[in-house]
């Protein structure tokens, strides 16, 4: 079992940024590939980033790529997101995700606001 506690979201205005982080209490975090999803209201989730378990390998949505960067710190058990350039349809509640196998653990979310 794979608890994630996400922190980070908040309040931002277009053309700022903001920094997500993800707490894993897993005990071999490098096993696992680690992802970002976002879901605004009436919309389905969407991926928005993806990084391997050593973090050589990132993946990103078609509407984050050049404005988002995901990373991970395997020796604290955590991942991040930093978004920069942030525009109102980026508003969403933001989830991390642990994925190994067949296995999916997800966080609680945090939200995420950009407006003026």
């Known amino acids: 079992q794979v608890q994630l506690v996400e922190s980070g979201g908040g309040l931002v205005q277009p053309g700022g940024s903001l920094r997500l982080s993800c707490a894993a209490s897993a005990g071999i975090f490098s096993i696992y590939a680690m992802h970002w999803y976002r879901q605004a209201p009436g919309e389905q989730r969407e991926l928005v980033a993806a990084?391997?378990?050593?973090?050589?390998?990132?993946n990103y949505g078609d509407s984050v790529k050049g404005r988002f960067t995901i990373s991970r710190d395997n020796a604290k058990n955590t991942v991040f997101l930093q978004m920069n350039n942030l525009k109102p349809e980026d508003t969403a509640v933001y989830y991390c995700?642990?994925?190994?196998?067949?296995?999916?653990?997800w966080g609680q979310g945090t939200q995420v606001t950009v407006s003026s």
């Open positions: 990084i391997s378990g050593d973090g050589s390998s990132t």
């Open positions: 995700n642990a994925h190994r196998a067949l296995r999916d653990y």
